[in-house]
């Protein structure tokens, strides 16, 4: 999983923002934040790492269960997938 390069990704006083290269005039109003947790699975989208490393991140970094950081990381993923920002690496 890597971060797709049709996405700009900039830190703001320390919120991430995303925002897609417009291909067209809708997708000009497309801008997506990132919380701190998304912001560091962002930052971690290297197409080097695979979700169970990503998820390790993740509970290394915060107080979560293995289990709630995995869930979190599909839906993160799933959501990153929808607006095309992730893209996903073939080995």
């Known amino acids: 999983m890597r971060q797709s ?7 703001i006083a320390g919120e991430v923002i995303l925002v897609p290269i417009a291909r067209n005039a ?3 109003e497309s801008i997506y934040t990132l919380n701190e947790t998304a912001s560091t699975i962002w930052d971690a989208l290297d197409g080097q790492r695979n979700l169970a490393d990503l998820a390790g991140l993740i509970v290394a970094e915060y107080d979560v269960t293995d289990d709630v950081a995995f869930a979190d990381l599909v839906e993160l993923i799933e959501q990153l997938a929808q607006v095309k920002a992730v893209e996903i690496v073939m080995e």
């Open 5 to 11: 390069p049709n996405i700009v990704s900039r830190n």
């Open 26 to 28: 809708d997708e000009l």
